[in-house]
Antibody, heavy 121, light 106 residues
Framework: EVQLMQSGAEVKKPGDSLKISCKGS????????LTWVRQLPGKGLEWMGK????????DYSPSFEGHVTISVDKSISTAYLQLSSLKESDTAMYFC??????????????WGQGTLVIVSS | IQMTQSPSALSASVGDTVTIACRAS??????LAWYQQKPGKAPKLLIF???NLMSGVPSRFSGSGSGTDFTLTITSLQPDDFATYYC?????????FGQGTKVEIK
């Protein structure tokens, strides 16, 4: 089965760091870009950044650059989203998304199930 | 690029035809997708390149438009279609989503 499987929910304290994983299976992991999307509680979708798993080239949204790091370990078909200096406003659902086809200029045809991150003192 | 959807929410009955609009702040050619999201679930890609239906998506969903103005139409609304719908611009440089349209049962 073609899928993206994300790591489980996390509860963190302000100031902590966090690394979420997203493991691809059922397809050639290095053939498609991967993007991370944030969804604040009850709100819409925000693009955070993307990575080319074949060479680890990354591109970040200006809204998130400097606060997040996207990486990949292609040997285990897994992408990561690292969040640093967490604030309560980082409480959200985070999704990894596979790009449709081999180009970065495409929509997202396969979504992970989401990882809920709660930041609370 | 800003994506603006209208309306933000609508109420409809099973069997109705529903139209959701999406406007881009500049010409995006046809680089537009539509997603459906149900509570607690990940979004699902319905339409890409403004009017191309994803495999497995019912034909009652259709997309149209180009340039700055786009439309998602759902004909003969089914109970499974009550959800929130998002438009999305995509390019080599960024993704930008509309704010969403919630389709509720009347």
């Amino acid at each position: 089965e073609v899928q993206l499987m994300q790591s489980g929910a996390e509860v963190k304290k302000p100031g902590d760091s966090l690394k979420i994983s997203c493991k691809g299976s059922g397809y050639t992991f290095t053939s498609n870009w991967l993007t991370w999307v944030r969804q604040l509680p009850g709100k819409g979708l925000e693009w955070m950044g993307k990575i080319d798993p074949s060479d680890s080239y990354t591109d970040y949204s200006p809204s998130f650059e400097g606060h997040v790091t996207i990486s990949v370990d292609k040997s285990i078909s897994t992408a990561y989203l690292q969040l640093s200096s967490l604030k309560e406003s980082d409480t959200a659902m985070y999704f990894c998304v596979r790009h449709f086809g081999e180009y970065s200029s495409s929509s997202g045809d396969l979504w992970g199930q989401g990882t809920l991150v709660i930041v609370s003192s | 690029i800003q994506m603006t959807q209208s309306p933000s929410a609508l109420s409809a009955s099973v069997g109705d035809t529903v139209t959701i609009a999406c406007r881009a702040s500049e010409n995006i050619i046809n680089w537009l997708a539509w997603y459906q999201q149900k509570p607690g679930k990940a979004p699902k890609l319905l339409i890409f390149d403004a009017s191309n239906l994803m495999s497995g998506v019912p034909s009652r969903f259709s997309g149209s438009g180009s340039g700055t103005d786009f439309t998602l139409t759902i004909t003969s609304l089914q109970p499974d279609d009550f959800a929130t719908y998002y438009c999305q611009f995509y390019s080599a440089y960024l993704w930008a989503f509309g704010q969403g349209t919630k389709v509720e049962i009347k």
